[in-house]
Nanobody
Framework: QVQLVESGGGLVQAGGSLRLSCAAS????????MGWYRQAPGKEREFVAT???????SYADSVKGRFTISRDNTKNTVYLQMNSLKPEDTAMYYC????????????WGQGTQVTVSS
């Protein structure tokens, strides 16, 4: 079993930056692609970014050019560097991980709140 713990959320002004971290523990050899998702109040959870175990990244159009996902396989940790934040980025951000070769997420973290003030 894999446990995911997010950190790094907080309150920031529009235009500011935050860096989220997600550390995986447990059966880390069971982890393939990792990613970030977010859910704003009254909205469905949406894809933000994913990164494969080889470092290939994908982004939602809404965050391209502003967010960067990375991972450190030696630490079983994935990061989300968020720059030029906008009020519409306000949401609970969740870390997710998949078992190798899986297309769906198998593990989820508890989430970390990001609030961007205008």
């Amino acid at each position: 079993q894999v446990q995911l713990v997010e950190s790094g959320g907080g309150l920031v002004q529009a235009g500011g930056s935050l860096r989220l971290s997600c550390a995986a523990s447990g059966s880390s050899f069971s982890i393939g692609t990792m990613g970030w998702y977010r859910q704003a109040p009254g909205k469905e959870r949406e894809f933000v970014a994913t990164i494969t175990s080889y470092g290939s990244a994908s982004y939602a159009d809404s965050v391209k050019g502003r967010f960067t996902i990375s991972r450190d396989n030696t630490k079983n940790t994935v990061y989300l560097q968020m720059n030029s934040l906008k009020p519409e980025d306000t949401a609970m951000y969740y870390c997710a991980a998949r078992k190798p070769l899986r297309a769906k997420n198998d593990y989820w973290g508890q989430g970390t709140q990001v609030t961007v003030s205008s």
